[in-house]
């Protein structure tokens, strides 16, 4: 039977806990209000589409995924400029014209991963001022009508001994901005004054490998609660303190979605894999390495490449973990050496199976560890992806990974409404769906937009073909569907 829930009431869901002036029509941040994917606008928005049907505007970008945010008739998106500069525009929404931009010599700038962008980060936005995070330049917020500095708050550069390079953004909540980075040597979490910029409170997060989930506000008893997830844990803040009030033991190492809230529950689906596996195989088994089942220092260096390992990596990590000082890691040395003993999480070194994933469902709330009276329901299954977060409307869980194989839940049990089954698309997912006017947007690293019913059953509405790849997570306000491919931003609309 099917459950329907009324706009109005996944509006005044999304309003609770946005307790600042949000229009319905506003997308101010990552995937929206609360991060959720999900427009309660009751516009029209179109179910075919192509590079040039249903197109009511395009602008050209430099390279980047960062995501475009909507706020009070403004469209606010990143791109690289050129070396070592980076760039912030402001577009009116209804006809695309640029009413500003913003650009910053970003000076020397790591190398990062061919998926990812040096404009990576999506911006924050309410009517008055845009927020924009740079991995060098720090916090910025800018006037959201002329561009004008408003304040800049520097942070420690990040550092990630992959290459992933920085990928989370800020999230507005009533008078804060909040901002989490997980990196591989300064993982903090900050809350800001979102007029003038200074630090609230901080979290240290030293018990954290790299994340990439962006953090969300869940109603409970006690009042609204931040929720963070991350290595091994997913942990409820106090919002006024920063103080962890809980914590669930249940993730993995490293977690790259964004939990998805409902009426006082988080939903996550996650995948990853174990860190000394990684290092392992890339660093050991790899062309520079001895293949003796033991890492050092050299080995590491040599895999990373010129770009020299700083030392405060080695002391948090291999120092850490060569118990016997014999300048190797070997077997439990190499799981000590990345995690905290505290707080390990994911396949140990010797796993024969190293990827897990899990779906699960976990009330907000309570005080200290909660993970045996607050975990709902928790699933070891084949469907999640470890970038793609999921999407949560009504009574309905909805998950996509790469190779366009999609599931769908119930909410209340985790049974599936339909359990992996291909959305016509094969291919990488990097964006995460959205929902607005009854339909699904899920958009495939190959330019191609595949719209689906919003209903208990699979039902493919269209396969829409661009001429660029996409990365970043489209966005829905104003009556349009905003699509940010690597080299455009492209406005879809009815009318």
């Given at each position: ?5 009324p ?13 600042y ?40 970008l ?22 070592r500069?980076?760039?912030?525009y ?33 911006p ?25 500095d ?43 004054d979102k007029s003038t ?9 030293s018990d954290m ?30 919002l006024?303190?920063g103080?962890r ?30 860190i ?36 405060a ?10 118990a016997?000082?014999?300048g ?13 003993a505290?707080?390990f ?12 994933r ?10 200290g ?17 470890h ?12 998950v ?19 359990h992996?089954?291909?959305?016509q698309n ?8 959205i ?16 719209v ?39 406005c879809?609309?009815?009318?």
């Amino acid at each position: 039977m099917k459950i329907a829930v009324p706009a109005t009431q996944l509006l005044v869901s999304l309003l609770l806990v946005f307790p600042y002036v949000l229009s319905a029509e506003d997308w101010p941040q990552f995937r929206g209000p609360n991060c959720s994917g999900i427009s309660t606008a009751s516009d029209a928005l179109p179910v075919k589409f192509s590079a040039t049907e249903k197109v009511r505007w395009t602008a050209d970008l430099g390279d980047g995924i960062g995501c475009p945010v909507v706020a009070d008739g403004r469209i606010f998106v990143s791109a690289v400029v050129e070396n070592r500069k980076i760039g912030l525009y402001c577009f009116d929404s209804a006809s695309g014209r640029r009413l500003w931009e913003r650009t910053w010599d970003t000076g020397l700038l790591l190398e990062v991963h061919e998926t990812n962008s040096h404009a990576s980060t999506t911006p924050a936005a309410d009517a008055d001022r845009v927020y924009f995070y740079s991995s060098t330049l720090g916090m910025l917020a800018l006037d959201a009508r002329s561009g004008a500095d408003v304040w800049r708050q520097k942070l420690p550069v990040p550092y990630f001994v992959f290459k992933w390079g920085a990928g989370i953004s800020p999230v507005l909540y009533g008078d804060k901005l909040l901002f989490v980075q997980d990196d591989d040597i300064y993982p903090a979490l900050y809350a800001f004054d979102k007029s003038t910029g200074k630090i609230l409170w901080k979290d240290d997060r030293s018990d954290m490998a790299v994340n990439y989930s962006h953090p969300v506000i869940c109603e409970t008893a006690a009042g609204p609660e931040l929720v963070v997830a991350g290595t091994g844990k997913l942990i409820g803040y106090n919002l006024q303190t920063g103080r962890r009030q809980w914590h669930a033991r249940t993730l993995l190492r490293n977690i790259k979605t964004t939990p998805a809230v409902q009426d006082g529950v988080v939903y996550i689906s996650l995948e990853s894999g174990g860190i000394a596996n990684q290092w392992l195989a890339t660093a050991d088994r790899s062309d520079t390495g001895n293949s003796d089942g033991k890492l050092s220092k050299e080995e590491m260096q040599a895999f990373v490449g010129e770009i020299k390992i700083p030392p405060a990596f080695f002391k948090k990590t291999f120092d850490r973990g060569d118990a016997n000082k014999d300048g190797l890691l070997e077997g439990s040395e190499l799981d000590r050496a990345f995690l905290p003993a505290d707080n390990f999480a994911g396949a140990a070194f010797n796993d024969v199976n190293p990827s897990q994933r899990f779906i699960q469902a976990v009330r907000g709330g309570g005080k200290g560890d909660v993970t045996q009276s607050h975990v709902l329901w928790n699933i070891a299954d084949r469907t999640p992806d470890h970038i793609v977060s999921p999407l949560v409307l009504e009574n309905r869980m909805f998950v996509v990974k790469g190779g366009g194989i999609s599931s769908c839940f119930n909410t209340a049990d985790g049974e599936p409404f339909w359990h992996l089954r291909r959305i016509q698309n094969i291919g990488e997912y990097f964006a995460s769906p959205i929902c607005g006017d009854g339909k699904i947007y899920v958009a495939g690293e190959n330019g191609t937009v595949i719209v689906l019913a919003a209903e208990e059953q699979l039902k493919v509405l269209a396969k829409n073909r661009l001429d660029d790849s996409i990365v970043a997570t489209p966005a829905i306000a104003d009556g349009r569907l905003l699509v940010r491919t690597r080299t455009k931003l492209i406005c879809f609309g009815e009318k």
